[in-house]
């Protein structure tokens, strides 16, 4: 099943724009896009193929990780990883 997958890192100082590009880069293969430029803290949220919402959180945590550290961001402790599966979508459109 696939998940959509909002990472957090939350640090001491403001994240720049050109920052949080590299980032949307390094997570773009990963169907991820990137935030948090002008705050304190960055995120991603990232596609990931798991078979539930706790393994799709530690794949996802990793490949966040890891393209932090390709793109040079801060090495800040990971605060929020949130899941939406793919039927959790679909279902809150049949509401509407």
Known sequence: MKFSVSVVAEGDRT???????ELADAVAIHSGIASGAGS??????????A???DEAVDIAMSLF???AIAAKMPAWPITRAET?????DFY???DE
Do not use: I, K
Not at 15 to 21: F, I, R
């Open 40 to 49: 304190h803290s960055y995120g991603a949220q990232l596609v990931v193929e």
């Open 65 to 67: 990780s890891a393209a």
């Open 15 to 21: 994240v720049t724009l050109e920052e949080v590009v």
């Open 84 to 88: 939406m599966s793919e039927d959790d």
């Open 51 to 53: 078979p539930n919402s």
């Open 92 to 94: 809150d459109l049949e």
